[in-house]
């Protein structure tokens, strides 16, 4: 694909002149947690893709100060305020303690860069950093996630053995002492989470990083950086299905691209069809999402 133009001043006004109608869309998700299923075929949710070209560290993210332009860029357009740091009071209000559910997985973590730059929006919204915690395997035991009011779920895609996809609905798996017991028809179910009582009506913001995407795997575990790319990208939105929905078609159109056809995944990701026809979570059909592009689209696949 050719490469087109960075978005440009006058074209990010363009995005947040309809921002009022992303508050229209989706008033239930600051009350519940939960996006509430588009009732007519005009209703959409919407999704910020975001990218940038600047070279990856060897932690493999964008420099710290290109992680937080992403990530106030994606925010801003998806609550269509042009100001980032007021974006975020509407998210999280000044008394909230809020946990940032992350994923420490060692090959491909959130990484600190996109950790940092989400408690720095948090704390610029007036929460205190006493009341703001960083956590992945030991939420049940982290006493800001106990006192949690609102929660912030960030973390990696990458192709997953029990479930198809590592996804944003599966991020809160850690929220149950036996996460084994969810991998049953592969994980068909994991938006039943969303209901667990640390969880439900908390979440304020879905991240999925896809700085470098694992498209494919065999096993559990399983990690070659040959099937990894520099994709450079955060997808965000206030519903977590379509944000898993929008960078599993990355997923699977990267799969075509390398493998030259349409080869499944080693296992079905259909916990994100479920979570939106079985589950009522969110919006998995494309035709229903509103996809925000900002940045650069040389190979978004998308």
């Given at each position: 694909m050719m490469s087109r133009k960075p978005i440009t001043r006058r074209d990010f006004l363009k995005v947040a002149s309809v921002g009022p109608l992303a508050g229209v869309l989706v008033p239930a998700a600051a009350r519940t947690g939960r996006s509430p299923l588009p009732r007519q075929a005009e ?260």
């Amino acid at each position: 694909m050719m490469s087109r133009k960075p978005i440009t001043r006058r074209d990010f006004l363009k995005v947040a002149s309809v921002g009022p109608l992303a508050g229209v869309l989706v008033p239930a998700a600051a009350r519940t947690g939960r996006s509430p299923l588009p009732r007519q075929a005009e209703e959409k949710v919407r999704v910020v893709l975001v990218r940038d070209p600047s070279p990856l560290g060897p932690g493999g993210a964008p420099p710290a100060e290109v992680v937080q332009r992403m990530l106030d860029d994606a925010v801003r357009a998806l609550l269509g305020e042009r100001d980032a740091v007021k974006a975020w009071k509407t998210l999280v209000r000044a008394e909230d303690v809020v946990g940032i559910k992350t994923n420490a997985w060692r090959y491909i973590p959130t990484t600190p860069e996109v950790e940092q730059a989400i408690k720095r929006r948090v704390m610029d919204a007036g929460v205190t950093e006493d009341r703001i915690a960083i956590d992945d395997q030991g939420v049940l035991r982290n006493p800001v996630f106990q006192k949690a009011t609102a929660l912030v779920n960030a973390r990696p895609m990458r192709s997953h053995h029990w479930s198809g996809v590592g996804s944003l609905i599966k991020n809160y798996i850690m929220f149950v002492p036996r996460p084994a017991d969810y991998h049953g028809d592969t994980c068909a179910d994991l938006a039943t989470l969303w209901d667990l009582p640390a969880v439900k009506g908390k979440t304020r913001l879905n991240v999925l990083v896809m700085f470098t995407p694992l498209f494919h795997g065999v096993g559990p575990h399983h990690y070659a950086k040959e099937y990894t790319w520099e994709y450079k990208g955060l997808i965000v939105s206030r519903d977590p299905v379509a944000a898993d929905a929008t960078g599993l078609r990355i997923i699977q159109a990267k799969r075509r691209e390398f493998f030259g056809d349409d080869r499944p995944l080693q296992m079905t990701p259909h916990h994100i069809q479920l979570a939106d026809t079985r589950h009522h979570l969110g919006v998995s059909d494309p035709n229903r999402i509103e996809l925000v592009k900002l940045g650069f689209e040389e190979g978004i696949l998308i």
